[in-house]
């Protein structure tokens, strides 16, 4: 598409007068975070890296490296660095969640339960843990446990937005739960 290259090229130019004026490890992140959301990601990691540097025991810049590998597929680079995002902040959700879907995309589903009811263990007021279980348990085929983990998260707060998805839909119950705890939003 023309327009969309033509808008990463403008974005990119901006990004670099950008960086010419903060270079601190903050911009890095920020601009590698932008890179990261267009799907730069060699971009991003190069950025991501430099933060790290500069900054070696700021966690926020690991996680962000960590993610930006598991989006890219670098499963085993995402799981190393996520775990030393760990050891700098161990009871960051955000990190420990990135782990968890890491560890379910790379196809270690062991490791990945282990992650999420680590979440769950952590803060069961948080619904990262049992989202993060309803997609490990439907990809193991077990549509009666996910509807436990979706009732639960919703419990915790989960939006309408987030529940109303083709992948839960078919769940035994689904509609159910909508009507309960979404009344105003659901149609009959």
């Given at each position: 598409n023309t327009l969309a290259s033509a808008v990463a090229d403008c974005l990119h130019h901006l990004i670099k007068q950008a960086m010419g004026y903060d270079s601190?490890?903050?911009?890095?992140?920020?601009?590698?975070?932008?890179?990261?959301?267009?799907?730069?990601?060699?971009?991003?990691?190069?950025?991501m890296k430099r933060a790290t540097v500069l900054k070696p025991n700021d966690f926020f810049g690991w996680g962000f490296l960590g993610q930006c590998y598991?989006?890219?597929?670098?499963?085993?680079?995402?799981?190393?660095?996520?775990?030393?995002?760990?050891?700098?902040?161990p009871h960051d959700l955000y990190t420990q969640n990135d782990l968890a879907d890491t560890y379910r995309l790379s196809g270690d589903l062991d490791a990945a339960r282990e992650a999420y009811?680590?979440?769950?263990?952590?803060?069961?007021?948080?619904?990262?843990?049992?989202?993060?279980?309803?997609?490990l348990v439907l990809a193991g085929g077990k549509p009666d446990e996910a509807m436990i983990y979706l009732e639960k998260?919703?419990?915790?707060?989960?939006?309408?937005?987030?529940?109303?998805?083709?992948?839960?839909?078919?769940l035994p119950g689904f509609a159910e739960l909508m009507k309960k705890h979404f009344p105003d939003q659901v149609k009959d």
């Open positions: 601190s490890a903050w911009a890095l992140l920020m601009v590698g975070e932008t890179y990261m959301d267009a799907g730069w990601y060699d971009k991003a990691i190069d950025l598991s989006r890219s597929g670098r499963y085993e680079e995402a799981i190393r660095t996520l775990l030393h995002t760990l050891s700098l902040a009811l680590k979440i769950i263990d952590m803060n069961p007021e948080s619904p990262f843990g049992y989202m993060g279980m309803i997609k998260a919703v419990q915790r707060g989960v939006s309408f937005e987030e529940v109303n998805i083709p992948e839960f839909k078919g």
